[in-house]
């Protein structure tokens, strides 16, 4: 089955503990990006990735980092969390860079910060 | 920048109302549109597409036009499940620039849909 695997679902953890939320996809898709969600907001970008070692900042990338070493995964790591990155984490996959193809969603990361 | 705007929700309906949620976008060029859905507890599934204008996207009773001289692109149903009850997002990615095909979001709105 295709699909966009987050993990972990929820969590709840302290100001300025390392975290890294991993996503995979089974799609060979060669676009990832990370959203997040707020009440009121939509979806905000955070980070893409066009292909393997490939990734640039979006619209919200403050306090976040990516990585992309294989094709199927894109790991977002907060280094230092704070409270306001509180919010519901989404990874995306696209196949090939056409504006007109639909993103695919992972189910979602419920990140508590306190 | 490129923004999408949606009427502000929640809409509350009974089953087999008609419904509608405008959406309105501001683009360069000739972006595609999309309507996503997120049900409770899960993440957002495509519910339809368009890529030019005229276009119409449909699916599972779901209709929506592309109106490029009104920038919109309103999401229609004739008659609304209780199953309908969800968040939904009107989207768009442009056709060029530097955003490698970003989708923008709208604030989404949410359905509730009563027997």
């Known amino acids: 089955e295709a699909q966009v695997t987050q993990n972990p679902r929820y969590l709840i953890t302290v100001t300025g503990k390392k975290l890294t939320v991993t996503c995979s996809q089974n799609?060979?898709?060669?676009?990832m990006s990370w959203y997040r969600q707020d009440p009121g907001l939509g979806l905000r970008q955070i980070y893409y990735s066009m292909n393997v070692e490939v990734t640039d900042k979006g619209d919200v990338p403050e306090g976040y980092k990516v990585s992309r070493k294989e094709k199927r995964n894109f790991p977002l790591i907060l280094e230092s969390p704070s409270p306001n990155q509180t919010s519901l984490y989404f990874c995306?996959?696209?196949?090939?860079?056409?504006?007109?193809?639909?993103?695919?969603f992972g189910d979602g990361t419920r990140l508590s910060i306190l | 920048g490129d923004s999408v705007t949606q009427m502000e929700g929640p809409v509350t309906l009974s089953e087999e109302a008609c419904l509608t949620i405008n959406c309105t976008y501001t683009a360069t060029g000739y972006p595609s549109l999309f309507w996503y859905v997120q049900y409770p507890g899960e993440g957002l599934q495509l519910l339809l597409k368009a890529t030019k204008a005229d276009d119409k996207g449909s699916n599972k009773g779901f209709e929506a036009t592309y109106r490029k001289e009104t920038t919109s692109f309103h999401l229609e149903k004739g008659s609304v499940q209780v199953s309908d009850s969800a968040v939904y997002f009107c989207a768009l990615t442009a056709a060029g620039g530097t955003s490698y095909g970003k989708l923008t979001f709208g604030q989404g709105t949410i359905l509730t849909v009563h027997p």
């Open positions: 799609m060979n898709h060669e676009y």
């Open positions: 995306a996959s696209r196949d090939g860079t056409a504006h007109n193809q639909p993103q695919h």
